[in-house]
């Protein structure tokens, strides 16, 4: 009982949450269940009645008057539930969409830590699967379920004044019907849990088989063959899951077909027999035919709406679980951000990585001013970009704290303090929009030009047909464009700029694309906008350093250096055994 309980209950939740897209979505369901059950009853009954009237009175112009109103009633019914049925799948979609960007929204809510492990991604495929499995519990409920009832008693009252043995024999049948639904249901869901979590595997490598830009890597790396085995591997895993559910929903459909047989063999035997006996008047058989298929196909369709609700309860579970993972921002406090920054104080941070043993960072302290131009350095996997997620709040810290202006960088409002950054990485991603959406994604910003003109994309732009309003990339339209290594991190260093509200600019890897003319130009540039604001570098390139007064070293998690380009290279360590390695390079190059 204690179960039953908790799945009305959770289809309670199911209910209200698919409403809250579409109040009126409910309402909209039971008008398109109403008209359509109506339309069935009115066939029904309307044969038999016929037969009666012409049998008994002889009047065929009475009779055609009856036939023609019918037939308009039929007609009107028909135009108000297809005029329904449009209005609710316009509302369904809407919900359906609703939903959809809920739960993406969800994503960006979560901590980034949940949301890039694996088990993250699992539970996220699965509540995504889950919400278009569970998406139609209001039509189920409302258009279906509730429409059959209704035809069901109508047609248990017929079958009370003919044969109820009928009922009797149609409930028995359905009622094993059912069983078989719901251990099929059950065993559907499981597979489609499976096909879900390989699904994800397989898009990756459709994208990465078939993607044009990647075509080109594919072809020079001789990885062709690598990947076609690999993507057979997957596609064979998906097909195999795919052809047990195949064979075991056949099996099922078996099942069901050899039961229907054995009920529509009964039923309409024992019809035949009493009419032989003249037991049943043939206005009355048509009847007794009529509701016997109107019943059993509407007991049918209510064991199988239960069964659909059963097996949309699993789906929810996991869309639910989904959605009460804890929002990030919740753990946030509400304080506001300041005007400006005095000091960013990282005081014994230590972090680490899920199923990681070692640290990436490990009791590292530094206090850095407001005024600072900040340089990371170090090799790689030293722990610089694991400092920019901690200090952008992407990443908690395992222990430690980070404080801003002494303050705890956790007590400022969440929203509030992703605004005071911005930030340009080295795994930047170049939208399929236009390039002035890639900038601004919709603010209106007037200095858009002048930032592209100092970042060296001006002329780029301005030789463009479109200008700002050409589309970035051949996804959607022919005469889009795409940009050179450099250029695309041009334009994510501009996207960057655009945010002139920021009070500290954050670049991770800002000169790895580009030549030593932009390298010159962006770091003139950069040195000009750090007299504004605080501006921090990850950067193996020590041309980028050097106009930076405050350098931190990196190795393996640990802070081992600080001081300017000048003290550091004094001091003969890290730094400058990397500087002069890197310097030794470029020398040997030019001979």
Not at 88 to 107: E, G, Q, S
Not at 313 to 318: A, F, L
Not at 379 to 398: F, H, P, Q, W
Request: charged content about 20%; aromatic content about 12%; hydrophobic content about 45%.
């Amino acid at each position: 009982m204690t179960g039953f309980i908790n799945k009305v209950h959770i289809l309670w939740d199911l209910t209200v949450d698919r409403a809250k897209a579409s109040p009126s979505l409910i309402f909209r369901s039971i008008l398109v269940g109403l008209t359509s059950e109506s339309q069935f009853i009115i066939n029904m009954i309307f044969p038999a009645l016929l037969l009666n009237l012409v049998m008994q009175s002889g009047n065929f112009d009475r009779v055609l008057i009856v036939v023609l109103l019918v037939s308009a009633l039929l007609m009107f019914i028909g135009f108000v539930d297809d005029v329904h049925r449009k209005s609710y799948r316009n509302h369904f979609i809407r919900a359906m969409h609703y939903w959809a960007l809920t739960l993406r929204n969800k994503v960006h809510k979560v901590d980034l830590i949940t949301v890039e492990s694996n088990e993250g991604k699992k539970k996220f495929w699965r509540a995504d699967e889950g919400l278009f499995n569970a998406v139609d519990v209001i039509e189920v409920i409302f258009a279906t379920l509730l429409s059959r009832i209704i035809t069901l008693v109508v047609t248990l009252y017929i079958f009370s004044h003919i044969h109820f043995l009928v009922a009797i024999l149609i409930w028995t049948t359905a009622v094993l019907g059912y069983m078989l639904d719901s251990k099929r249901a059950e065993k559907m869901v499981q597979y489609e849990q499976k096909i879900a979590e390989n699904n994800h595997i397989l898009k990756y490598m459709d994208k990465t088989m078939f993607e044009l830009s990647i075509v080109r890597d594919i072809r020079f790396s001789d990885g062709k063959d690598f990947l076609s085995s690999h993507y057979t591997k997957i596609l064979a895993t998906v097909r195999k899951i795919q052809d047990k559910q195949r064979l075991t929903n056949f099996n099922y459909q078996v099942a069901r077909a050899i039961v229907s047989l054995i009920r529509t063999t009964i039923i309409y035997g024992l019809g035949v027999w009493r009419f032989s006996l003249g037991e049943l008047p043939l206005s009355d058989f048509l009847l007794f035919a009529g509701a016997a298929q109107l019943m059993s196909d509407s007991t049918v369709q209510i064991f199988e709406a239960f069964v659909s609700l059963s097996k949309m309860i699993p789906h929810y579970e996991t869309l639910s679980t989904y959605m009460s993972l804890p929002n990030y921002a919740d753990k946030s406090g509400s304080l506001p951000m300041p005007d400006s920054i005095e000091e960013i104080v990282f005081d014994d941070v230590t972090f680490y990585y899920p199923n990681q043993q070692k640290p990436a960072l490990e009791n590292v302290s530094f206090v850095l001013k407001g005024t600072d131009t900040v340089a990371l350095v170090g090799e790689n996997g030293a722990g610089k970009s694991t400092v920019i997620k901690l200090l952008l709040r992407l990443y908690d810290v395992s222990s430690g704290r980070i404080m801003l202006n002494g303050i705890d960088i956790r007590e400022y409002d969440y929203n509030e303090y992703y605004n005071f950054f911005t930030a340009a990485f080295q795994d930047f991603n170049i939208f399929s929009f236009t390039i002035g959406e890639n900038l601004t994604f919709g603010e209106n910003n007037k200095s858009v030009y002048e930032h592209l003109s100092n970042i060296g994309l001006k002329k780029k732009i301005d030789s463009l047909p479109k200008g700002l309003n050409t589309e970035y990339s051949t996804m959607f339209v022919e005469d889009g464009v795409l940009f050179s290594g450099g250029e695309a991190q041009k334009l994510a260093i501009a996207r960057a700029l655009c945010r002139e509200k920021s009070q500290a600019l954050i670049m991770d890897e800002p000169t790895a694309a580009l030549d030593a003319i932009a390298e010159y130009n962006l770091n003139n540039l950069i040195y000009g906008l750090s007299k504004n604001r605080f501006t921090l570098f990850v950067s193996h390139r020590f041309s980028t350093t050097r106009f930076c007064n405050m350098i931190l070293v990196f190795d393996k998690g640990k802070l081992v250096e600080k001081g300017s380009h000048t003290k550091l290279l004094e001091d003969k360590k890290l730094y400058a055994q990397m500087y002069d390695m890197q310097i030794a390079f470029f020398q040997k190059g030019d001979g």
